[in-house]
């Protein structure tokens, strides 16, 4: 049921907290150029002005390095700006004193890419890392040579061995640090350290010596952790949904402060699995102690903004498009200047060469983990597919990449009334971000899994500095709709107009014209300040009608300086497909269904849908394409000759039935649910799979990836080529996919075997209620109901 009108919701400006403190941090860096990195209270900044970061987690060892160049320009396509990485050192070192270097693991020719497409590079250099690896990325000689409790502090001879892995990195980097010319802005020491701050100073000191010497050192700041005092910037982050949690009846109760603003930065729900994993103190409890007060001292940023949520064995969260971005909206209006992802690329665990290589419950940590997938429900999947997040983030990071500037100089403020806890629905989630005149307002109304309601007769009252009376936003009362969140602009400059307020989200510009996006439910209105228009009749517009079509139009607003802006409003469909960037020798957006890529002066789109494969594009491309072009409103439509369409034939058989009855799921000593090991596959229903077309098609200069779709019910799948497992899943309703162009043709023609294990209608996991299968009369679900494959097409636009 809506809600009725509230009072109405206010914030008072007049005396915002703009104090900035300056020069007390110790980081920064200038690299050859003269371009310095640096950082005040408040942002990061680049070349003096304010700075904001996108941040993406990718990380390179769980990925094909053939494919790297493409996963990078993805993330680039999507908006990301900093690829973070961590360096787990059991993949680099998993026998001591066997380095590897090279193929997937090549960390050097990773982050040579980054700089080769104009990405900024972030290596997590840990030593202990965590990230749903084996030992939190510690090879066993290690613990076995330090011992699990001569981790993670001060002592011998840990601190040799880290030396000696961070002078291994430090070989790799060199030559692409910023104070050397390349893209490596930052590093993170260790992870989710929380109660040793003298630690995390002598590991950067450690890193110094060994040649890593970057403009910027961070450390997570969650779960209250105590802070090296000015030595390094802590960053945080929040979650959808928790695998971790021990709830097995509905989502993570504390996930739902992330849809909340808030002054508070830490969420105290991360990390909390791992909380008693070699934390071994070494400082006294006050020592570095965070709290509000001293974060006042630091720039607000992220680094685990969650992208997604990995599956574990107990709990398998499902995580929507909406999910993500709402939180990710949560986090900016509270204040974050840097929007880090974890993760933003999924992938898979490398084979180990003496055990496999993912957090288990074996190894003394909380988790039973998927032995090779790692796809997280990322905007970029484990085989690089494009998740529906991608897609609403990345309107998100174009408002970022072209007002971020304006943002990040901008404190937060909260209004009068907040919600009073994680359960009240009834209260508005808004804020502010402003210096006092002029600003951005954040609103969420969206909430996963509990729905919240629509809010009827809103209007925001806004006092702001050295005004009379309070500006009123919008200029008549209107209703929120259920499940939206949006940015609202005031009081902005746009081409010497002064925009008082507009009730749609400003997405980015192309020279003078602002584009922006119609809120679902809510009617576009603009309104102006007439003192600063040539035409007083234009100071109150509602672009609604007219630019609502599938062919959006340019309204222009003329200004008293001889100047014009334009306006183009896009509406919510088109806001999904909205892409930009600078190709053909300027600045292009574009509209488009298909998966972009912008690689040199190649414009390349991707889709499983041919009829897809065409774009929008505004303004009008100076160079002769290869495609045929046609006038949609301010656009113009590029259609580019359709691919050759390619046809699959798979051939599959059952070979076995699955043991009936399925054994109960097994618990450990804490009544933990344990994950079922190679053994119980013996057991399991088993199925052959051929693709004879495999390399045929998988050779066609118009395909880029065959995606194998199947269509399951158990508990656990996996998929063998040759003996060897490629894949497996834990059931949750979604429908398996794997990417084939990673794995030989000929393997694929002999044949892929799947082997899936019932699911009991008693198995003490999570899955969320809508998406358990239907049980048999023995209360199991077990079977592959279809099997498909899916090609990727892609076609080239370029002069």
């Not at 700006?81 to 960390?107: C, Q």
């Amino acid at each position: 049921m809506p809600l009725p009108p509230d009072p109405i919701p206010k914030i008072d400006l007049r005396s915002p907290n703009l104090s900035l403190q300056t020069g007390h941090l110790k980081v920064g860096g200038i690299n050859p150029q003269g371009v310095e990195i640096q950082a005040n209270s408040r942002c990061l900044t680049l070349g003096g002005a304010p700075w904001f970061p996108i941040m993406g987690e990718f990380h390179f060892t769980r990925y094909p390095h053939i494919h790297w160049e493409e996963a990078l320009l993805k993330m680039k396509a999507g908006g990301v700006n900093v690829v973070a990485t961590y360096v787990f050192w059991i993949h680099h070192e998993e026998i001591e004193n066997e380095w590897e270097w090279s193929g997937n693991y090549d960390l050097r020719a990773f982050i040579e890419l980054c700089g080769k497409h104009g990405l900024y590079a972030w290596p997590r250099i840990g030593p202990w890392a965590h990230g749903e690896v084996r030992n939190g990325g510690y090879p066993d000689w290690l613990l076995e040579k330090c011992g699990a409790q001569n981790v993670r502090r001060d002592s011998e001879p840990y601190l040799s061995q880290v030396r000696k892995f961070y002078t291994e990195i430090a070989a790799q980097l060199d030559g692409l640090l910023w104070k050397q010319g390349g893209p490596i802005i930052g590093t993170q020491l260790d992870n989710e350290l929380t109660d040793n701050p003298s630690h995390i100073v002598t590991l950067k000191k450690l890193a110094i010596e060994a040649g890593i010497d970057v403009p910027l050192y961070t450390m997570t700041g969650w779960m209250n952790a105590r802070i090296p005092q000015d030595e390094v910037i802590p960053v945080f982050g929040g979650y959808a949904d928790a695998f971790w949690s021990e709830q097995s009846d509905s989502w993570a109760r504390e996930c739902r402060r992330n849809y909340i603003f808030s002054a508070e930065r830490d969420d105290t729900n991360i990390g909390v699995d791992v909380s008693s994993v070699h934390q071994n103190g070494g400082a006294s409890s006050a020592e570095g102690q965070i709290s509000l007060a001293s974060l006042e001292r630091y720039p607000y940023g992220t680094c685990e903004v969650g992208g997604g949520m990995q599956v574990s064995y107990r709990r398998r969260a499902a995580i929507a498009a909406d999910d993500i971005a709402a939180l990710a909206l949560c986090k900016l209006g509270s204040g974050s200047n840097l929007q880090g992802y974890y993760m933003y690329h999924g992938g898979m665990n490398p084979a180990g060469k003496r055990t496999t290589l993912q957090e288990s419950r074996a190894t003394g940590y909380p988790n039973e983990m998927p032995v090779k997938n790692y796809d997280f429900q990322a905007p970029l999947r484990a085989y690089g597919q494009r998740n529906e997040s991608y897609h609403t983030l990345r309107m998100q990071h174009l408002f970022l990449a072209d007002f971020g500037d304006q943002l990040a100089s901008l404190p937060p403020a909260l209004p009068e009334s907040q919600p009073a806890s994680l359960d009240d629905s009834e209260t508005l989630r808004w804020s502010v971000r402003s210096d006092g005149k002029q600003g951005f307002v954040f609103v969420n109304n969206y909430q996963r899994i509990e729905s919240l309601p629509k809010r009827e007769g809103v209007q925001f009252e806004i006092t702001l500095n050295g005004q009379t009376e309070p500006l009123m936003i919008p200029q008549k009362p209107l209703n929120i709709p259920e499940q939206c969140y949006f940015i609202w602009p005031f009081n902005w400059d746009i081409e010497g107009v002064r925009l008082i307020y507009a009730t749609a989200q400003p997405v980015c510009r192309i020279g003078e014209t602002f584009v922006f996006a119609e809120i679902a439910g809510i009617e576009a209105e603009f309104g102006f300040d007439s003192s600063t228009l040539a035409d007083p009749d234009q100071a109150l517009l509602d672009l609604q009608s007219g630019l609502h079509s599938s062919a959006p139009s340019v309204v222009r607003i003329k200004g008293k300086n001889n100047k014009q802006a334009k306006i183009l409003l896009l509406n919510p469909n088109q806001a999904r497909q909205v892409w930009k960037a600078s190709i053909w020798g300027e600045e292009h957006l574009f509209l488009s269904e298909a998966g972009l890529i912008f690689d040199g002066d190649t414009l390349r789109l991707q889709s499983t849908d041919p009829s897809l494969l065409s774009c929008a594009v505004y303004p009008t491309p100076k160079a002769q394409l290869q495609a045929s072009a046609s006038p949609e409103g301010a656009f113009t439509r590029l259609v580019p000759s359709p691919p050759t369409i390619q046809r699959i034939d798979l051939e599959w058989q059952q070979l076995q039935q699955a043991q009936s009855p399925a054994a109960p799921v097994r618990r450990d000593t804490q009544g933990v649910p344990l994950a079922p090991d190679d053994a119980d596959f013996d057991s399991a229903a088993i199925w052959h799979l051929r693709i004879p077309s495999a390399q045929s098609i998988l050779d066609h200069s118009e395909v880029r990836e065959v995606f194998l779709q199947i269509h399951y019910t158990g508990d656990v799948a996996r998929a063998y080529l040759a003996d060897v497992l490629i894949d497996d899943d834990f059931y949750f309703g979604r429908v398996w996919e794997i990417g084939l162009s990673r794995f030989d043709p000929d393997l694929l023609e002999k044949g892929i075997t799947l082997k899936i294990l019932p699911l009991r209608k008693d198995a003490p996991i999570y899955i969320p209620a809508d998406r358990w299968p239907q049980m048999d009369a023995r209360g199991e679900s077990v079977g592959i109901h279809s099997i498909s494959a899916k090609v990727e097409y892609e076609l080239s636009l370029k002069p």
